[in-house]
């Protein structure tokens, strides 16, 4: 099992940048690809981006595409989101999430790991 705990969510201005933090404990960090997730209010989750487990490949939703940039530290055991130019559009709760599999799925079902959400609220 591995537990995911997300921090660096807040308050932030339109055309600010914030990045937020996925901190994994128990087992297959490494070999899992990690996803962040977010859910506004009214809407459905979606994925926003993705990591595959080594890091080498990675996913962007269209509407965050050049703004948003995933990373790992396999080591650390810590996935990142960093986050620029922020939108009033992004307000959300962003959640971080572990993959059954090593490559990046866009669907919830591919990850069995959740996060408890940190929450982006952009100010316009």
């Known amino acids: 099992q591995v537990q995911l705990v997300e921090s660096g969510g807040g308050l932030v201005q339109a055309g600010g940048s914030l990045r937020l933090s996925c901190a994994a404990s128990?087992?297959?960090?490494?070999?899992?690809?990690m996803a962040w997730f977010r859910q506004a209010p009214g809407k459905e989750r979606e994925l926003v981006a993705g990591i595959n487990s080594s890091g080498s490949s990675t996913y962007y939703a269209d509407s965050v595409k050049g703004r948003f940039t995933i990373s790992r530290d396999n080591a650390k055991n810590t996935v990142y989101l960093q986050i620029n130019s922020l939108k009033p559009e992004d307000t959300a709760v962003y959640y971080c999430?572990?993959?059954?599999?090593?490559?990046?799925?866009?669907?919830?079902?591919?990850?069995?790991?959740w996060g408890q959400g940190t929450q982006v609220t952009v100010s316009s």
């Open positions: 999430a572990a993959s059954r599999s090593r490559y990046i799925g866009a669907r919830q079902y591919d990850y069995d790991s």
């Open positions: 128990g087992r297959t960090f490494s070999n899992r690809a």
